[in-house]
Nanobody, 127 residues
Framework: QVQLVESGGGSVQAGGSLRLSCVAS????????MGWFRQAPGKGREGVAA????????YYADNVKGRFTIAQDNAKNTLYLQMNSLKPKHTAMYYC????????????????????WGRGTEVTAAS
């Protein structure tokens, strides 16, 4: 059974930084995709960033490029999201996701294509 557990959320002032972590267990594939999605109150779930564990290919939403960095540690089965220069618009519940699929640059942000999800960690950036 696949389990994804996020941590690292919290409240920061605008301009601050946070690093989210997601520990994965139960995955039997040697390579797979992992990603971060977020959902703000009253809005739909949107893709933030994704990575393919086989070759470290990464994908980012345009509105986080240069500000957020996704990375993985295979030895620890852990996914990270470093978020810098946070703004109030980044306030949301952030979810870790995983799937055996390998995505192109245009499909990774379709939440329907991801199979496994964590429960989320809340991020608040106050103005």
């Amino acid at each position: 059974q696949v389990q994804l557990v996020e941590s690292g959320g919290g409240s920061v002032q605008a301009g601050g930084s946070l690093r989210l972590s997601c520990v994965a267990s139960g995955y039997t594939y040697s390579s797979y995709s992992m990603g971060w999605f977020r959902q703000a109150p009253g809005k739909g779930r949107e893709g933030v960033a994704a990575i393919y564990t086989g070759d470290d290919s990464t994908y980012y939403a345009d509105n986080v490029k240069g500000r957020f960095t996704i990375a993985q540690d295979n030895a620890k089965n852990t996914l990270y999201l470093q978020m810098n220069s946070l703004k109030p618009k980044h306030t949301a519940m952030y979810y870790c996701a995983a799937t055996s699929r390998r995505f192109s640059s245009t499909l990774w942000d379709c939440s329907e294509l991801w199979n496994d999800w964590g429960r989320g960690t809340e991020v608040t950036a106050a103005s």
